[in-house]
């Protein structure tokens, strides 16, 4: 049976222009998801999903396949991760043998690391869960949470624990944003990840998630990963 990594990489990026092969600490974003696929040891194969040529020739470069270009009905802003995934699970099924289990990686998470993406796959297997996902807690309890009116004033969402203490409230997580563990069945099915009744998380520290969706995003991630890697060098 077969063990895939896709990395969904459309090229068209709005907000970020070249987002997915922009420089990020000295190499193309992207190019830090494959080698943390690679390195872990765990796919006979890491897929990019793109429709673009140019990110398809960095993802050659840096040691990934690119055996088809995304089709453009998976290829629009409103696009979902779930038949990106599902599309590339067919063809490998169709051109690799049966895939047995499906790693989506996205190409903006340069804080995913080897050894997490491993631990994600034993526990979708140890667990026999259709996925296992990654999270982080949120930094503050989202119970205190405050909606703003059209006035301006505030109003607590749930105000029955405006007095509660921080530590008497439940941590709640968030999705990470780096890796997505599925069985292939999961996939082809196109069931849904975090609303599942089989769906597992991985947790991992705040201090190693980072959304990158905004120019500043970009900048506040790439001090947290020199950080990381100059405490790591000491």
């Not at 020739?57 to 453009?72: E, S």
């Not at 047995?100 to 190409?107: H, K, L, N, P, Q």
């Not at 997580?173 to 196109?190: I, K």
């Not at 597992?200 to 905004?214: E, M, N, S």
Request: glycine share 8%.
């Amino acid at each position: 049976m077969t063990r895939i990594a896709v990395i969904p990489a459309r090229g068209g990026s709005k907000r970020i222009p070249g987002k997915n092969i922009r420089d990020f600490c000295g190499k193309p974003i992207i190019v830090w998801s494959i080698e943390a696929a690679i390195q872990s040891g765990c796919f006979d194969h890491v897929i990019v999903s793109t429709d673009s040529a140019e990110i398809a020739a960095v993802a050659k470069q840096h040691g990934a396949t690119v055996p088809f270009m995304r089709p453009a009905a998976l290829s629009d802003d409103h696009a979902g991760t779930i038949p990106v995934i599902r599309h590339a699970t067919l063809w490998a099924d169709e051109h690799y043998g049966p895939v047995e289990s499906v790693c989506c990686i996205y190409a903006t998470a340069p804080f995913v690391r080897p050894g997490d993406i491993q631990a994600g796959l034993e526990q979708l297997e140890t667990t026999k869960a259709d996925y296992i996902f990654s999270v982080t807690s949120f930094a503050f309890p989202i119970q205190r949470g405050v909606r703003i009116g059209r006035d301006g004033l505030v109003e607590l969402i749930q105000p029955e624990f405006e007095t509660a203490r921080s530590q008497d409230l439940e941590e709640a997580y968030h999705d990470a944003g780096q890796f997505y563990w599925g069985t292939a069945h999961a996939w082809r099915e196109g069931l849904p990840i975090m609303s599942g009744p089989n769906s597992g998380a991985y947790v991992l520290p705040r201090a190693r998630v980072q959304d990158i969706d905004t120019p500043e995003d970009w900048d506040r991630a790439e001090a947290m990963f020199r950080a990381l890697s100059a405490s790591t060098k000491r």
